[in-house]
C-alpha cells in the first residue's frame, strides 16, 4: 500500500497526464508539505503502476517536441483507488515525529547544549507553523480538501508548538 499511488492514481481520475503534468499537479497543490512524495518517486510509481497493469499509457509526440506518454487510470486502476482509500480510512498510519529521537537523547548532552537545541527545535517549529498559516492564507489553495489537510498541519505545528514550549520549561526546571 502506497500513499503515492493513491495520490496518482486519485490525479489520473480527473484526466490522463503525462508525468511531468502529475509532477507540476503535485507541485501545484504543495502535496509534498503534507505526504512523503519527491518527483523521482512519482516517476519510479508510475512504472511500477503501469506494469502492474493499473494504468494505461500512450506515448504520444507534438510536433518537434519529444515523445512522452500520456497515463490514464483504467479499471482495474480504480478498483486499487478505492482499495487505497479504504486501506487509509481504515489505517490511518502512525504519527513519527524525527524531534522525538532528538529529545529521548537530551540527558546525553550539556545542559546550555541541549536548551539550545530545545529553542532551534522551538524555532524552526514556529516558523513551520507560520509557513502553513500563510499557505491558508494563500489564494491557491482550490478545495476543501487541501484546505482541510492544510488546517490540520496548521493545528498540529500549534500543538508541537505548546509542546515544546512546556518541555522546554520542565528541562529547565529539571536541572
Request: glycine letters at 4%; aromatic letters at 14%.
Given at each position: 500500500m502506497s500513499t503515492v499511488d493513491l495520490m496518482l492514481l486519485g490525479v489520473l481520475t480527473k484526466k490522463p497526464m503525462n508525468a511531468y503534468e502529475m509532477k507540476k499537479e503535485m507541485e501545484i497543490r504543495n502535496i509534498q508539505y503534507w505526504i512523503k512524495i519527491s518527483s523521482p518517486s512519482i516517476y519510479k510509481n508510475l512504472v511500477k503502476l503501469y506494469k502492474q497493469g493499473y494504468i494505461d499509457g500512450k506515448t504520444v509526440r507534438d510536433g518537434e517536441m519529444p515523445e512522452k506518454t500520456i497515463y490514464s487510470i483504467?479499471?482495474?486502476?480504480?478498483?486499487?483507488?478505492?482499495?487505497?482509500?479504504?486501506?487509509?480510512?481504515?489505517v490511518p498510519?502512525?504519527?513519527?515525529?524525527?524531534?522525538?529521537?532528538?529529545?529521548?537523547?537530551?540527558?546525553?548532552?550539556?545542559?546550555?547544549?541541549?536548551?539550545?537545541?530545545?529553542?532551534?527545535?522551538?524555532?524552526?517549529?514556529?516558523?513551520?507553523r507560520d509557513m502553513i498559516d500563510?499557505?491558508?492564507?494563500?489564494?491557491?489553495?482550490?478545495?476543501?480538501?487541501?484546505?482541510?489537510?492544510?488546517?490540520?498541519?496548521?493545528?498540529?505545528?500549534?500543538?508541537?508548538?505548546?509542546?515544546?514550549?512546556?518541555?522546554?520549561?520542565?528541562?529547565?526546571?529539571?536541572?
Open positions: 483504467n479499471e482495474k486502476g480504480r478498483e486499487y483507488f478505492m482499495q487505497l482509500m479504504e486501506h487509509y480510512a481504515e498510519g502512525k504519527l513519527y515525529m524525527d524531534f522525538c529521537a532528538l529529545i529521548s537523547n537530551l540527558s546525553n548532552v550539556d545542559k546550555d547544549v541541549g536548551l539550545e537545541m530545545i529553542e532551534t527545535l522551538q524555532d524552526r517549529l514556529a516558523f513551520e500563510d499557505n491558508l492564507k494563500s489564494k491557491y489553495i482550490g478545495s476543501i480538501y487541501a484546505t482541510s489537510v492544510i488546517t490540520l498541519y496548521a493545528q498540529m505545528y500549534e500543538v508541537f508548538c505548546n509542546w515544546v514550549e512546556d518541555f522546554k520549561k520542565q528541562y529547565i526546571e529539571k536541572k
